[in-house]
């Protein structure tokens, strides 16, 4: 019996110290993926003759997707004075690079390249810039454009509404809101006209409820007289606030004129979706969790999840046994942010003490 039970005992010391290795591996292979803000499918072309160099189309490529991270993770304004930043300042904020296409046609080389930008590294280069960083988070809101041409009985919200039919006509590639626009429906139009003297006011539930969306922006467009006063309504994150504005001699039925104005609008609108991303290094929240580290799942999840989060500054293993593991973080944010985030994904969390688990 003596015997057996110290077998027992190496046989728990050998599952530990295996588990503890696979555990160890799968820190590496998560953590080797983390930190970096990607840009995919960057396309270049040059011309194939006797002045032909490779160095000359990586840097092509190396400039454009510097310009679409920063159209992505800060504010409209930053992009005039971004765009003469030295070429060798750019190449120091990349980890790596891949080509996913290159073909030669027609005396010409076409390539897509794929560029990894360290995330630190680009935080601080913008900070140094008096720039902040926005975490670039694509987001689903529910769009209502209701245009009134003159009289209000003139309500217009679906077929002949230049704003409702355009709008999604022409995205950009680097938008971070997906504009979900409803449905045309007999019922909506009734619902509308019913609340036509009270739109202003009018709180657009009816429609979150139908399509499912938290995030909203209602555009109620009064057009006469070639004037034109837009108020709009937004709620994301749930910040509401209401802007409203006038505009002289508008064209909307001029097809160039109202494709322009619709892309300020839409700048306008991602603004104040990456002004509530902001990423805000001068706080530092530490955070202390365990995890039981059995639940090999569990931690690869936990590690990809915190690999995804561009409000975690850093975060390692503090210590573990052959029960739990336990986790140091460095957080840009409030433990409200934090905790809603990893409910989002799945992760429970607990708070106890000054350590939090994940159940």
């Known amino acids: 019996m003596f015997y057996l039970n110290k077998f027992n005992k190496y046989i728990r010391l050998y599952i530990f110290f295996l588990g503890s290795i696979l555990f160890l591996n799968l820190i590496l292979t998560s953590n080797s993926y983390g930190n970096t803000f990607k840009i995919i499918n960057i396309e270049v072309s040059e011309e194939f003759d006797l002045n032909f160099k490779k160095e000359k189309i990586y840097e092509k490529a190396f400039r454009k997707a510097f310009e679409e991270l ?15 930043v030295n070429i060798f300042d750019v190449k120091r904020l990349i980890d790596s690079f891949n080509i996913g296409e290159e073909e030669f046609m027609h005396n010409k080389y076409f390539a897509k390249f794929n560029v990894n930008f360290n995330r630190k590294k680009v935080i601080f280069f913008l900070e140094n810039q008096n720039i902040y960083t926005s975490s670039p988070q694509k987001v689903d809101v529910l769009f209502i454009p209701i245009l009134i041409r003159g009289k209000k009985e003139e309500l217009i919200i679906f077929e002949n509404n230049p704003f409702y039919k355009n709008w999604n006509e022409d995205s950009e590639k680097d938008s971070l809101i997906n504009y979900v626009l409803p449905i045309e429906d007999i019922e909506d139009r009734k619902i509308l006209m019913s609340n036509i003297d009270m739109l202003e006011e009018y709180d657009f539930r009816e429609f979150l409820n139908k399509y499912n969306l938290e995030n909203y922006i209602t555009q109620i467009i009064y057009f006469e007289n070639n004037n034109l006063r837009i108020l709009t309504k937004i709620n994301l994150k749930n ?19 109202l494709n322009r104005f619709i892309n300020e609008l839409k700048i306008n609108y991602e603004d104040k979706w990456k002004k509530l991303n902001v990423i805000n290094t001068s706080i530092k929240l530490p955070i202390n969790l365990s995890l039981s580290s059995s639940s090999y799942k569990k931690i690869k999840l936990f590690e ?25 973080i460095v957080y840009n944010g409030s433990p409200k942010n934090f905790l809603t985030q990893m409910d989002d994904r799945g992760l429970v969390v607990e708070k106890q003490n000054e350590i939090w688990s994940i159940k």
């Open 304 to 328: 990809k999840t915190l690999d995804g989060f561009d409000f975690v500054y850093e975060f390692n293993i503090d210590y573990f046994d052959n029960e739990n593991i336990f986790y140091n």
């Open 239 to 257: 910040d509401k606030s209401t802007i409203s504005k006038n505009y002289k001699d508008i064209q909307i039925d001029d097809q160039v004129f």
């Open 70 to 84: 920063i159209s992505k993770i800060t504010i409209s304004e930053n992009k005039k004075r971004l765009k003469n």
